[in-house]
């Protein structure tokens, strides 16, 4: 399936290449996009899924909007 | 009417003069020295003498291009609001800025910090003038700098829990303009327990966020949690602390009109890198 992802500050350098178009197994949950992005779970703070927080068992569906964000607290 | 409501209506009215808006729409206007006349003749606050000549359809010029974004009885409002600011840092003294020229009456703010040379790059109250000495000075000087009829509380200390329950008692809002995690949630907590809505922003690098957080609500403190932060590898550039403390405002002024919070429960997530903005739903 297709879907589009956004990764947020620190989390940005795993940003894939075709975001908007991203190639990913069907039925995979969020915390299996985060594993095949390379990304350190307990680097992921919120998650976004069509924009609305979520946990990472969420399974994402085709076409869905993924945002991880990881802690940001500068001023 | 009472004698002395009379003589300061008689007396405003003789001091204000006709104006018109770029639009041609005509208003009475109360120049800042006829100000200045009313708060000595009558004993007042300069902050209540320019409520209440906003009550009686007179605006001070100062305000007169917050119109109508604000109408006379919103900035009257905003005049007689009482707002909590915790940090007078990046966020903090844009914020800040922003609150006193708009016009909000009073406010409570803190931070023990001195500026220093890494404060430069973003932080409005630092300068070649305000470096080594306390955020909590500089904040008053520019406050009675840009806008006299505020009157400002600035703490040179950083607040702790029971500090920020004292201070949240009573108050409209709070602003949470700290720097790092380890206190926000405190402060979310207080801001709850005080049953006072809470502004919160925090950026790192190109990105960061705004998100109001409502008595009860979940907040973003709750979900980062403490510890180490994005911001410790990408640093706080000005355009992200500056769109994010405007946005702030944005959002705190309007809850002090009595708008409803647009951002309730949500969070404004931002990124400078390639321009985005999204709103997110996270209670």
Redesign the interface.
């Known amino acids: 399936m297709i879907i589009s992802v ?1 990764c ?3 989390l ?1 350098k795993f940003q894939p290449k075709d975001s908007d178009g991203f190639e990913l197994g069907d039925g995979t949950s969020v915390a299996g996009l985060i594993e095949v992005l390379g990304i350190d779970p307990a680097e992921v ?2 998650i ?1 899924l069509n ?3 979520r946990a990472p068992e969420a399974i994402i569906a085709p076409g869905d909007r993924v ?1 991880l ?7 | 009417m009472v004698p002395e409501r009379e003589a300061f209506a008689r007396r405003s009215e003789a001091l204000a003069l006709d104006a018109r808006r770029p639009d041609g729409v005509a208003y009475r206007s109360l120049p800042e020295d006829g100000g200045a006349v009313l708060a000595r003749e009558f004993g007042l606050a300069l902050r209540e003498v320019q409520a209440r000549c906003l009550d009686a359809g007179i605006v001070p010029e100062r305000y007169a291009r917050n119109l109508t974004t604000h109408s006379l009885s919103e900035q009257a409002r905003l005049l007689r609001s009482r707002v909590v600011v915790v ?1 007078l ?4 003294g844009h914020v800040l800025e922003i609150l006193c020229r708009m016009g909000v009456g009073r406010i409570s703010a803190a931070d023990g910090d001195l500026f220093e040379q890494s404060n430069l790059n973003r932080q409005l109250l630092s300068s070649s003038l305000t470096l080594e000495r306390t955020k909590a000075t500089a904040a008053l000087e520019r406050a009675r700098l840009i806008n006299p009829a505020v009157e400002l509380l600035a703490d040179g200390v950083f607040w702790d829990f029971e500090d920020m329950e004292t201070v949240l008692a009573g108050a409209d809002l709070a602003v949470d ?5 380890d206190d ?1 949630p405190a402060l979310q907590r207080a801001a709850a327990g005080a049953g006072v809505p809470l502004v919160t ?5 190109m ?3 705004v998100a109001t957080v409502l008595p009860g609500q979940v907040g ?1 403190a709750t ?3 403490t ?5 410790d ?4 550039p000005a355009p992200s ?1 500056a769109v ?1 403390a405007s946005l702030q405002c944005a959002e705190a002024l309007g809850i002090l009109c009595g708008w409803a919070p647009t951002l309730a429960g949500k ?1 404004l ?1 931002f ?1 400078l ?1 390639d321009m ?1 903005f ?6």
């Open positions: 956004k947020f500050a620190t940005a703070k919120i976004f924009g609305k927080h945002g964000f990881p802690a940001v607290g500068g001023g | 940090g840092g990046g966020l903090g303009a700290m720097g790092g995690l926000r922003a925090a950026i790192a690098g990105s960061g966020y973003p979900l980062f949690g510890g180490a932060a994005a911001e590898s990408l640093g706080s602390v994010a969070m997530i990124d890198a985005t999204e709103t997110m739903q996270i209670a």
